[in-house]
């Protein structure tokens, strides 16, 4: 999991679009409606759905996925979502 942590974090600076990377590990709870059933997630921020779109087909997130994630994770589970100002 450091290794995923550190690469998660270089993507930063090393793919277009990614404005901020935060990695952390599930926190356990007993409130109703909590997933806990994952050990790492991470949260990536992008510039906009284009920066998103590149970085879904970038060599290096490509390259990633296939050598580490993939073969570390018994499941990966992404979510897109838009976050906008509630007052405009």
């Known amino acids: 999991m450091d290794q995923i942590t550190l690469l998660s974090h270089s993507f930063a600076a090393s ?3 990614i404005t901020r990377v935060e990695v952390g590990r599930s926190l ?4 109703p409606g909590v997933d806990g059933t994952f050990d790492l997630a991470i949260i990536m921020q992008f510039e ?3 920066s998103l779109r590149a970085y879904e087909t970038n060599s290096i997130h490509v390259h990633a996925l296939v050598t580490l994630l993939k073969p570390a994770s018994a499941k990966v589970v992404i ?3 838009v976050v906008r100002d509630l007052i405009e």
Do not use: K, V
């Open 15 to 17: 793919i277009p679009g």
């Open 28 to 31: 356990p709870s007993d409130r």
């Open 48 to 50: 906009n759905e284009s």
């Open 79 to 81: 979510y897109d979502s």
